[in-house]
């Protein structure tokens, strides 16, 4: 927590907007796992669907914008799954399904330590705000005294 005793109200004001300011690029960072997740949650339910699914099926695959093509299925045994540093690779599809539950275990701990990160920062600010809250109310009882 912020020691506010003793602080010039304009140091804590601006600690506050630093504060804010990291709030914001935190929600951003967020916004980017929450989609990573959902990239991988899609990923995980086609490799599940796979399954029920025989070589030399037409199926339509996600092109992106909301768009898709047929393609033939050729192999329901394999996929090709990135394994970082801009790698991709080919596993049979158990492989595949275990290094994307592994890349979205990885992915919900970071977004876990975020919202923690992001919950301490808007506590440090309500506790800035509540303190120069009182510090003008004070400073407004002495001046109409």
Do not use: W
């Not at 304009?10 to 914001?24: D, I």
């Not at 919202?115 to 600010?125: D, E, F, K, S, T």
């Amino acid at each position: 927590m912020v020691d506010m005793n003793g602080q010039d109200p304009r140091v804590l004001a601006n600690q506050h907007r630093e504060f804010q300011k990291r709030a914001e690029m935190m929600q951003q960072q967020i916004g980017m796992v929450q989609i990573s997740m959902e990239d991988c949650n899609r990923a995980l339910t086609t490799i599940e669907e796979l399954n029920n699914i025989s070589m030399g099926s037409e199926m339509m695959f996600p092109i992106g914008s909301g768009s898709f093509v047929y393609a033939t299925i050729s192999h329901t045994d394999k996929a090709v799954v990135d394994i970082g540093a801009g790698l991709s690779v080919e596993r049979p599809i158990a492989d595949a399904k275990e290094i994307l539950q592994r890349r979205r275990e990885r992915l919900t701990t970071a977004l876990n330590n975020m919202n923690n990160a992001l919950l301490q920062l808007g506590q440090q600010m309500q506790a800035i705000e509540s303190f120069l809250t009182k510090l003008q109310q004070a400073q407004g009882q002495v001046g109409s005294q």
